[in-house]
Structures are given as C-alpha cells and as structure tokens.
C-alpha cells in the first residue's frame, strides 16, 4: 500500500533552492484560490495537486473544461526537462505513474453518466437553470410544495411536467392552500423544460443518483481515485456548468456528517472556471455559496476555486480561501494593473522580491504560493517553481479513455437507467381512476334511461314512472281524495254541531 503523508510538496523556493514549498495537510483546513492568466497553466497545477492528494489518501473530484486534465490516467515519459527540473526541487518520490480515475459526463458520451432527481435539487438551482422570472420562480416552489403535502416523489423532468400540469387543471381547488396559480407562467415554465430536454439535461435527471461514496473511493494499489467530470460541452451554457458544481457542493455539505479535527480532508473537489458561478448570480444565490462555502469545512471537504483573476470571486467568498496560488497576471488595461495591485496587497508581504513586480513577469511553472503553517498561520509568500506532474500532460485518445472506463468497478451500473413510480405514474393513476368513476356514472345514467325505455305498455299505463303517471295511480289519487274529503266533512260537522248544543 502506498505510504501516506501529512503533507503536499507543491514545489521549490526559487529564492532558496532545495526548500521545498508544502502544504500540510492537517492545518490547511481553509479553501483555496488558484488565480492566473490563460496559458499560464493553472490546469498543470491542479494536476501535480491532484496527484498528491491521491497518493496521500485523500480523493479528489475535478471539473475537466479542456480535456487536458485526462492526463492523470496515464503515466508520462520521462524527459530531460523533468529532470532538470527536479534538480531545483528536492523530491524523492518523483516517477511517471498514473492515477486511478474515473470518468463522469453529463451527456454520456465521455465517462459514466451523472445524475440526480429534481427532488434533490433546490428549487432555487432548477429557478436559475431555466432563468426564471420571480412570479415562475413562486410556481416552482409550489410546485414542490404540493409533492411533498402528497409524497409524490419528482425523480426526473416528466414528473416535474405532470405536477405543473395538475396545477393547471386544478388551480382553483388549489388556491385555497397555495395561492393563485397563473395558468400562462405554468406554460412559461413548461416551456423551459422543452428547452432542457433540447440541451440534453433530461438525461441528468433520474435514477440511479450519483452515490456520494462512489466519488470517494481508493484502488488496490493504495491511491485514491481521482473523479474527472468531462465539461467541454457543459460548458457551452455557463449557466447549466455553474449549476451543476453548485448542486454537487450542495449534495456534499448535506449528506457527508461533520467530523471534528481531522489529519486529512475527505475531499479535495476542484472548481475550474469558478468565476461562471458568480456570473449573473442572484443575491440570494450568492449568499448561499458563501454559506455553503463557510459551512462545509466543518465536513472537511476542501475547494479549490480555479479562475483568472481573484476579483472574480466576491468578496464574502474569497475572504475565506486563507491558501493560494497566484500564477502570472496580464496588466493591458488600467482596470488591469488595479486588480494587479490589489492581488499584490492580499499576499503577507516578502522582502526578498516585489510581488506587483512578480505577477507581471513569471513564466509557466512558477507561482506565488501561500498557505498555512502548521500552526495555521499564513505564511510568507513564496516564488514557487512547480513540481513536474507525474502524469502525463494534456488530454489522452478515445481508446485510451474508452479502456479506462471498461475497467471501471462502476461499468454497467449509471448506465442502466431506473424508473419506479413516482409523481408521473401516480398523477397518471389517479387521471385515469377519475375517468372511470366519470365512465360509470354515465353507464349507470344511460343504463337508467334504457330500462325506463324497456317497460311493458300495461305497465307503464297501469302505474308511475318518471315520465307520466299510470292509470292505477290517477285511481287511487282520486279515490284517496274523495274518501279524504267525506271524512274531513264528517269531522266538521260534528265539531261544529257541538258547539252549536
């Protein structure tokens, strides 16, 4: 089994060479900022720390945008720029090795599908998925509402449907317990659906679930297994990407239980474009990630926000990421070289270098690192040159990705898809229980009129039905009535008579 260590060695002092820049893995318990320009290979970065943190027992969930970070399941070759490289670094345990991964996609096409119900999702993620307005938003939450009052289960867009389309049709028994229902936002809603389905999201939906633990897993060769999310396509609506990560955040926060202090987290998950979260995000949305963000450390899940420039990131969040990054910066603007200055200021300052100099002039491999001591203090920052990953670097071929997943302990599992009842099948049953209790009433109506039209002449001459009396009855009316008037006149009498003695 892999030997585990209690801590990261994220690369050389530049400054002080043979002093390695580590990060310990008990005290960082504070998330973490990588920040830089494009091309200045932030996803190298997140690789060597995603392979330390499998070969120190601690599994790691990441957001793949371009492909390139596939890498990690294939060893890289050894070349004489690792090795000089390693000549500044002063690493033992440095040798091209693969990692165990797993692959995740959305779509199906590059890994294992990915899913949950819409249960599970807030109705204020669906409400920003179909970007809706404040009164469909309201729907939405009715819409929740009234199949938790049933327990009717939503597992996946039809259930959703067939819960809007029973508002629909019984909006008016339905105000008195929830409040009016307009009929043209439930349509706007419905609409949103199709264009979900049209972005392929219906598949996200369903059952099996993601399991939390399946992220959570070690190999036989003693590493943990590094989860690669495939978001090239996802990508394509910012909206539908950010989304997605946030639920997994949320997922996480809610179901791992809260540990006191631990040697080690129990998740690294890495958000790469982290700034398309915060991208026309509402205020309450935004003050649920920092709540979540706040909250989950006492879960021991660690996140690494990636992104270009730290200012992409509010202020409430990024207050709390103690431990960070800095890869080089573009100053083309003069909004530029303000959000330069203001980074600079952020570090605790190092007297050996200027660090507004720094961040204009690194090259690739290079880093300004700070993180906490083992105390948990902040430390110094660093002018880091980058350990070489042990991985290979850059994205792997479809057959090399397609026997990887093959291998996996997890084949044949999320690729069957599972549909038990739930509110499509009930609404459904109940629909069709009501159509034939409306049936029988109509059978047992035009049956009545049938037999009423079957009665024998003498019959219905001699005595009552509904449509005229029979001859027996007007008799015996008109007799009753004669001998009722004889009596009534026979009493009068002799009332009257007695008064008159």
Known sequence: ???????ITIGGDILHPWENVDLFLKRANR????SGATGTWKTVTLQILAEQFSKAGVPVFASDVKWD???IAMAWKDHPKVQERLKYIWIKDWSPKWFP????????????????TVSEMWPILLSRLMD???TQDALLHIAFKIADDNWWLILDLDDLEAILSYMDENSKELKKDYGNINSSSIWAIRRDILVLREWGWENFFGEPALKLEDIMKRDFSGNWVVS????????????????????????????LPEVGDLDKPKLVFFFDEAHLLFRDAPKILVEKIEQVVRLIRSKWVWIYFVTQNPTDIPETVRSQLWNRIQHALRAFTPKDQKAIKVVAETFRQNEEFDIKEALTEMSVWVGLVSCLDEKGRPQVVKKTLIRPPESRMGPITDEERKEIINRSPFLGFYEKRIDRESADEILEKLEKKEEQEKLAVLEAEKQKIEDEKNIPLW???????????????????????????KVATKIARWIFGGLLK
């Open 101 to 116: 991964t797993i692959f995740w996609d959305l779509y199906w096409e590059k890994g294992h599908p990915i899913r949950t």
């Open 459 to 485: 019959q219905e001459l001699l005595f009552w039905n509904k449509k005229k009396k029979g001859f027996v009855e007007t008799v015996g009316k008109a007799v009753m009535r004669k001998a009722a008037n």
């Open 69 to 71: 970070l596939a890498g």
């Open 228 to 255: 690669i999310m495939d978001s090239r396509k996802l990508m394509a609506d910012a909206r539908l990407y950010s989304t997605f990560l946030l639920w997994l955040i949320s997922e996480l926060f809610e179901q």
């Open 132 to 134: 809706l307005s404040e």
């Open 31 to 34: 998330h973490w900022l990588i």
């Open 1 to 7: 089994m892999q030997e585990q260590k209690n801590t």
